[in-house]
Structure formats: C-alpha cells, structure tokens
C-alpha cells in the first residue's frame, strides 16, 4: 500500500477529522488497543528511568503527562511515544557526567533533587531543537544519517544497557565517577565475586519468566507478571531492606544484611503529583548539556520518524513527518515542567497499538490515561517491586532492539556501510554514549560527500539525431574538432576541484580541439565554486581560440548561471535550455552550432576590377 507523506503541513486537521467522526464502536477498539499498550508501557516506563538513574516517577510521568499530549498534535493515528532504550541511555550519560562534574559534594535527597533540576534543563533545550527543526521543516534532514549509524548505535546502546544493568542483577555497586562501557565492564568481571545471591537468583529468575512468558504468547504483559512474581518471592522471604542508599554487606558483620533492593529504596514514597515548574536554567552547564540535547533531539526524532513511517507502510495513513516532531517537541515542553523524561516513538509499543485493533489517536490518548489510573492504584505495589526485576525487564527489551537482519545487512551491502557500523558500535563502548553518536553521523556524513564530491564526466560521440552514444575507440578519430562531454552528479563546492581538473585534462589532451560541450542536464546542486571552475574553463578555451557550450540546461541551474553574471560571460548562444517536450533538441541544437564554429571563415573574393584604370588602347584592340 502506497505511504503519502505531507513534509510540510502542521495542522489540527487530523485530530478535528478523527473527533468528527469518532463512533462508539471505534471507542472500544481504541479503548482495547490502549488497555494492551498500558500494560507494556507500565514496567517499561519504571525501567526506563531506572536505566537513567533517576526516580521511577520520572518515567511514568512522561508515559501519563508528556505522552498523551504528543498524539494531539501529531498526524500518525497509531504513533505510541514515551521513553524509550536508547533515550534512557542518553539521559543518563548526560546526567551523570553533569552531576559528577558540578553537584558531586550532594548526597541522598540532595542529589536527586538535582538530577531532576538538570534533567528538565536538559529535556526543554531537546524540546527547543525539535520544535524549532518542525517549524524550519527541516524533519527530511534526518534522511543524511546514515541507517548504519543507526544500527551501530542502536546495537552499541543494547550492549551498554546491558553492562549497566547487569550490576543491578547481580547486587553489585557501581563504579564512582563517569567511565566507558569497557571499563564498566571490565570493573564487572573483575568485581563478580561480590554478587549478592539473592539478588541475583531474583534477577536471573525475573529474566527467565519474561523470556517464557513472551515465547508462550506475547500479548501476555510479561513484565508485569514478573514483577508481581518476584515481589511475592521477596515478601515471602523476606529479602528486602528497606535503606534508602545500597548499604553493601558488612563482611564481619554477625549475620548478614539481606539487601534486594526495591524501587522503594530509590528515592523514598514514589511521588505522585507531579510537581509544576518552571524548567532550571543554569548558564554554567549548558555547554555540557547542549551538544547531548542535539543528540537526544536528533536521536528521538529518527526513533519518532521511522516508528511513524513503519506503521504507515501497513495502515496506508497520510504522515506529516514535522508535525510528529512538533508533537513530539510539545510533549517534551511538557515533561521539562513536571520533571519527566524525554519522550520519542516506540517502534514495540506502535506496532502492539496497531495490531490491537486502535482506529485513531485516541488509543495513545486512553493508554496514557489508564497508565495513570493503575500507577495511582497500584502505588503500594509498586515500590515494592525488585531493581533486580526491572533490570531483566531492560535486558530482554536491550537484546530485542538489536535488528540482526538489518546489522548483517549493513555489514554486507559497502564496504563504507560496514565500517559506518563498526565505528559507531565501538565508540559507543569505548567514549560516551553520544559522543559515538557524534561520530557514527560525521562519519556518514564525510563519507557521504566523499562520494558526492566525485562527478562523473563520460564523453561521447553524438549519432546524427542528437543522442549521445558510447565511444567507440576503433571508429572514432583521435583528433576530434567537437567533444562532447556528459557531466553527472553534485557541482557543489565539493566537487569543484575535481571538476574543474577533469575538464582542463580533457581541453589539454587534444589541442586540434575546437569546441567542448557540457550536457548538464544530470548536472545537480551547482554552486559559486562550480561557477568560478566553468568561468576559468570558458577564459582558459577562449584564450586559445577555442569555445565553450553548455546544453541540457534546467531551469535551476539557469537561475544559478544568470544570477552568477555566467550567461553573459559564457554567451546565451553558447547556452543551450533543456525542453521536456523535445529531449534530444538542446543537443541537436548545440551540435549544430558547434559545426557552425569550426567551419573555416568564407574565402574573401577578389576586388572587381575598376574599368576606369584600363588602357583604352587595349581595350579598343580587343575590340
């Protein structure tokens, strides 16, 4: 089915369209859609901001406040958003690193209350990037990003989420101060003899029942039964302390300190209410958190997209791509003044939304609603489920966000695709989360204009109807009076160098040449360097009585050639016009013109001879 995509329409057609026509049997299947997207949101959401070291209220109030505002102003009637893996990740680095380097002296409440304050700077300036991104229209700039860098991003973010939260399942503390997924990892091994037993058999036996759960049937809201599972398995046991700091195991103590550690250990009473404010704004961090907003704006804006565009290749919907981001970007204006995480589209949550049955928006709607009602109603469950259980929940959904179809695809498609891959994966294990992502998009990028810096300029030979035809090196002459010459590709600054050199070669290889023609009409992008190029090309021919044509050429690049003072410099008739109704005409018309060029001027004929000067004697004897 075919996708149409409206890039530059922001409006509120799409929710007046889906309110006007709203009926009750569409109520029930929304209702439905949203009840089974609430139950994966629910323990997700809790994971979520434990992976980002923050309080579980942080997650499940961008799943309740922040996402139900995004599907509002949003196109995609199936588009489910909130926090997501590779979101989280990014949360935490930026976090960490601003709160080691600045608020490393506060402890306890102290140091929560500051991650929050920096979290909702952080959030707003993501927000800022995106909103302003969907009001320029610049959403289709994504499409420069390489989907290999995605993919070694994504599987580099599993791969730490892993390493993260392995030190959870397993009862160990982690290391003070911001390190590299390698260090952390290695710090593990090194450090695995400290695991606390119960806190892994409950992490481990967490991880196994959602792996069963989810083979048996995945409609089954696996994390949920294993949280009440492990809950039940602590209570009964009686494994839980109740401190609000991981205190470890006094070796010499008389008996030891049974620590699983639940979500109630990590901030005190799970908050509520979320508290109103304004978001912080501190000058002195903002170099720190800018460059991560770029990432975390640019990041949630491809999760939202391609979530979006995937769902819309079944559905068959009409999308406007900025306007999903400026949906987004609310809901992100809304998290940084309640203190909730960012929010970006759910490829898992989107596809359960649209197989549930959900017919429009306001199945996203209903299931940030009935998040809400089961937190407030089950708040008391809640603190008491184990970090170890949360932690299993975030390594089952870390290995699914790894595409091996599309990994392996990627390694066998380029050579420049596999090391794109590979430079993004292992700098995100060995630098910061986004620094590597920074450098899997410089990567693609350099690798990008590398190629588009190199244009393709074939000659030929001209059959007698005007169509260029292949050289044929037996039949065509050495010395050739007319060459013809098909430029293909980007003209950009890029490009120039190259260009420019590549004609010279050609002018200078055969001096009995007298004319070179450029058909530009694949000729893309050209800009004041290509114009400077074919300036000095027209002045180096001219200055050796030779003559530069240009034929093939768009409406754009005349634009470009008339503002630049090109056509009065090269000569409009030595410029040629492409016309749709007539392909070939702009050749045949060139080609005419150049045969024209190399005619050899008319020989002068003799002076009449003036009858006046002849001797009359002669003439009067011939008579």
């Not at 390489?146 to 993260?164: D, E």
Request: with cysteine.
């Amino acid at each position: 089915m075919a996708i149409n995509y409206q890039f530059d329409e922001i409006s509120l057609s799409g929710l007046k369209r889906d309110f006007n026509t709203y009926s009750l049997a569409s109520f029930r299947k929304d209702a439905l859609a949203g009840l089974n997207v609430s139950l994966l949101t629910i323990p997700l959401a809790m994971a979520y901001a434990l992976l980002a070291g923050l309080p579980i209220s942080c997650g499940l109030f961008a799943a309740i406040f922040s996402a139900l505002i995004s599907p509002i102003f949003g196109s995609s009637r199936h588009l489910i958003v909130g926090p997501s893996n590779a979101i989280a990740i990014l949360v935490q680095a930026a976090t960490s690193e601003v709160m080691f380097n600045y608020y490393r002296h506060l402890t306890g409440t102290e140091w929560d209350m500051m991650a929050i304050q920096v979290l909702t700077q952080l959030v707003f300036l993501t927000a800022l990037v995106q909103l302003l991104a969907s009001i320029f229209k610049l959403g289709r700039l994504v499409q420069f990003v390489s989907h290999s860098v995605i993919v070694g991003y994504v599987t580099g973010t599993a791969i730490a989420i892993v390493i993260n939260q392995l030190y959870v399942l397993v009862g160990i503390e982690r290391q003070e101060g911001v390190h590299s997924f390698y260090e952390r990892g290695a710090y593990l091994l090194t450090h695995i003899h400290q695991a606390h037993i119960p806190t892994l058999l409950i992490g481990v036996g967490s991880w196994a029942t959602i792996l069963l759960l989810k083979k048996t049937d995945k409609r089954i809201p696996a994390g949920v039964l294993a949280f009440a599972l492990a809950s039940a398995v602590v209570y009964i046991f009686d494994l839980a302390s109740y401190g609000s700091e991981l205190i470890p195991v006094d070796p010499y103590a008389e008996e030891e300190i049974p620590h699983v550690m639940l979500v109630g250990n990590t901030g005190g009473a799970l908050q509520l209410i979320p508290h109103i404010s304004l978001p912080y704004f501190d000058t002195g961090i903002m170099n720190d958190l800018l460059p991560m907003a770029f990432a975390l704006g640019l990041l949630s804006i491809m999760e939202t997209t391609s979530a979006a565009k995937s769902i819309a290749a079944s559905s068959g919907q009409r999308l406007s791509i900025n306007q999903e981001i400026f949906g987004v970007g609310l809901g992100n204006i809304i998290s940084s003044f309640i203190g909730a995480m960012p929010l970006s589209g759910s490829p898992m949550r989107s596809s359960v939304n649209y197989h549930s049955g959900a017919q429009t928006r306001f199945a996203a709607i209903f299931s940030s609603i009935i998040v809400g009602v089961l937190m407030y109603a089950g708040a008391d469950f809640i603190v008491l489920i184990p970090l170890a259980s949360l932690a299993a929940l975030l390594i089952v959904s870390a290995a699914n966000l790894v595409n091996y179809k599309q990994f392996f695809l990627c390694l066998k498609a380029t050579s420049h695709d596999a090391l794109v891959l590979w430079i993004t994966l292992t700098s995100c294990i060995f630098f910061s989360i986004e620094i590597a992502f920074y450098i899997g998009v410089i990567c693609s990028i350099t690798l990008y204009l590398k190629k588009a810096a190199i244009p393709q300029l074939v000659e030929y030979d001209i059959d007698d109807h005007g169509e260029l035809v292949n050289i044929n090196p037996v039949l065509t002459p050495a010395h050739k009076p007319i060459r013809v010459i098909k430029v293909e590709g980007e003209l950009f600054f890029g490009a120039a160098d190259l260009f420019q050199t590549t004609l010279k070669a050609f002018a200078e290889d055969d001096t009995s040449t007298k004319v070179i023609i450029l058909q530009l009409k694949n000729a893309r992008d050209i800009d004041a360097t290509a114009c400077l190029a074919l300036q000095q090309l027209h002045d180096y021919l001219k200055n050796s009585g030779r003559t530069l044509i240009a034929c093939g050429l768009m409406p754009q690049l005349w634009d470009v050639l008339s503002d630049s003072g090109m056509v009065e410099l090269i000569g409009k008739e030595n410029l040629f016009l492409f016309d749709e109704r007539h392909p070939h005409l702009h050749m045949q018309r060139a080609i005419h013109h150049a045969k024209s060029l190399c005619q050899p001027p008319p020989a002068e004929e003799p002076p009449a001879e003036d009858v006046s000067q002849i001797n009359p004697a002669v003439t009067y004897t011939g008579l």
